[in-house]
């Protein structure tokens, strides 16, 4: 049993996550066509059965918001589910310190829950400016057979644009297909054969 245990450490430090950007065209119920959500994803290409792995979602900078009327954006959340196969460690959602621009890291939270995982930007980003989230760090408990693939999939993104005489305009943007696919992990038989 010892023994068992000595390896699951070792393999858990050896086996070494993999980065890989993702870009998920977007349908928006307001604004400009041919949106995109991009990030950098960093989860294990695989990994043992029965136990846990981190998650870490790497925001990429925005560029410059700029819209006619727009006076500026605020009150940002982006949704995840939880990847299929797995249990989400309560607690775990956070944000990764020294990441993100200040104008959207005040009062920025991330959190888990039955829906998924949740990053929301309460911050103004002003028009003719731009903004990147600060990186989402989280962890699943793998509960899928060996064999499996445990799909971390993207499911929308929300915000709110102060606009010229109009006031608050809310706009969902989800990606197509809906969800999107953004990273996998193959479970691993354990102990390994």
């Known amino acids: 049993m010892v023994l068992s245990r000595l390896a699951l450490v070792t ?7 993999s980065a890989a950007p993702a870009r ?28 846990t792995f981190a998650v870490r979602i790497d925001s990429v900078p925005s560029g410059t918001i700029s819209h006619m009327g727009l006076n500026y954006i605020h009150d940002m959340t982006t949704d995840y589910f939880v990847p299929t196969g797995t249990r989400y460690v309560t607690g775990s959602a956070r944000l990764v310190p020294g990441t993100g621009t200040p104008n ?34 989280f962890q699943v408990e793998i509960g899928a057979p ?26 969902t943007c989800a990606p197509n297909p809906n969800p999107y696919t953004i990273g996998v992990t193959h479970v691993e038989a354990w102990p390994p054969t």
């Open 24 to 51: 998920a065209p977007l349908v928006c119920s307001r604004g400009p066509s041919a949106q995109w959500f991009n990030a950098v994803v960093t989860m294990p290409a695989s990994w043992p059965a029965g136990s």
């Open 146 to 171: 060996a064999g499996a693939l445990v799909e971390l999939r993207f499911r929308r993104y929300q915000v709110t644009a102060n606009v010229f005489l109009l006031g608050d305009l809310h706009t």
């Open 104 to 137: 959207v890291c005040e009062g920025a939270r991330a959190w888990g829950d039955a829906a998924g995982i949740h990053l929301r930007l309460p911050g103004r980003v002003e028009n003719g400016s731009s903004y990147t989230p600060p990186s989402l760090e």
């Open 11 to 17: 393999a858990l430090v050896t086996a070494s996550p």
